[in-house]
């Protein structure tokens, strides 16, 4: 059974790094960029800080652990760089509420996914639960008024495929380090989207801010998520990581006024109590286990 202090201090880690996750959509909403150069910029900040981590983590064995990545390591790779340019995008194009609706589905993706590449079966509740969560995304992407949102759930859906399946492939590979992949998916989304610049530099503070975006959404967030996650089961991690949903479409709003649609918040409604739903019956079952 996990210690006390353990669990706590596994808690607060990944709490923590779900409240970084969040202040995604309030970077994008701070930075009056087009979408390539703030990917191109928090791209080159966020494979900087995760070589940083890299090194912190492995040392001097932190080359072997890149070269040792393989064939699945370049799938995994292109996905990052699917979900990395999609998140950005999605935020450009739709309401911060949309982007996290849609992407709290997550769970209930990996688990089809699961299924079909590994042969891993979903129970019974997964299946309830994704149906109510397939309902809200219908809600939300059924009343869209504007054309852009409909391009920017679409984008989002491709988004959270793209992440589910770096998930399954994180399970089906487990000695695959995630930090590698994310360093080189950064790197090729920053040459990726270069060419595309608008000319000149962006303003000290604009870099500062694409600074942050980086550090705080990517490498920080991934090395306390990766730190707290084994001190804690795996799907207390994703129910913590539900507050990444909640809060941000809430910064958004306390800074900018951001108001969620009628429908986002009928629609996220039911993904949220649908996702709440089935892992607090995961949680039960692993307390069962475990006393």
Not at 195 to 214: C, H, I, K
Not at 224 to 232: A, C
Request: hydrophobic residues 60%; positive net charge; charged residues 10%.
């Amino acid at each position: 059974m996990v210690r006390v202090s353990s669990r706590s201090y596994g808690i607060t880690l990944v709490a923590m790094a779900a409240v970084l996750w969040s202040t995604a959509g309030l970077f994008v909403r701070l930075l009056d960029l087009d979408v390539w150069t703030i990917l191109a910029w928090r791209s080159i900040f966020a494979a900087i800080s995760l070589c940083l981590i890299l090194i912190f983590l492995h040392g001097r064995n932190a080359l072997e652990t890149t070269r040792a990545i393989g064939r699945p390591g370049f799938v995994a790779v292109a996905l990052a760089v699917v979900s990395m340019g999609g998140y950005v995008v999605a935020l450009k194009l739709t309401t911060v509420a949309n982007v996290m609706i849609i992407y709290a589905t997550v769970p209930f993706v990996a688990a089809g996914m699961a299924f079909v590449w590994i042969n891993e079966k979903a129970a019974p509740r997964v299946l309830l639960a994704s149906g109510v969560a397939l309902a809200g995304i219908v809600i939300v992407a059924g009343f869209a008024t504007r054309a852009q949102d409909l391009a920017g759930n679409a984008i989002a859906f491709l988004m959270t495929l793209a992440f589910a399946a770096q998930l399954v492939m994180a399970r089906r590979y487990p000695r695959l380090e995630m930090a590698v992949v994310n360093a080189f998916a950064a790197t090729l989304c920053a040459l990726a989207c270069w060419p595309f610049l608008e000319a000149g530099t962006p303003s000290p503070r604009q870099l500062v801010v694409l600074a942050l975006f980086g550090i705080a959404t990517t490498a920080l967030a991934y090395l306390l998520f990766l730190i707290g996650g084994r001190y804690i089961p795996s799907s207390e991690a994703g129910l913590l990581g539900l507050l990444d949903v909640v809060l941000g479409p809430f910064w958004v709003w306390l800074a900018f006024g951001e108001q969620p649609s009628r429908a986002a918040l009928v629609g996220g409604s039911l993904v949220l109590a649908s996702v709440f739903w089935y892992l607090s019956g995961s949680l039960r079952t692993i307390d069962a286990h475990e006393s």
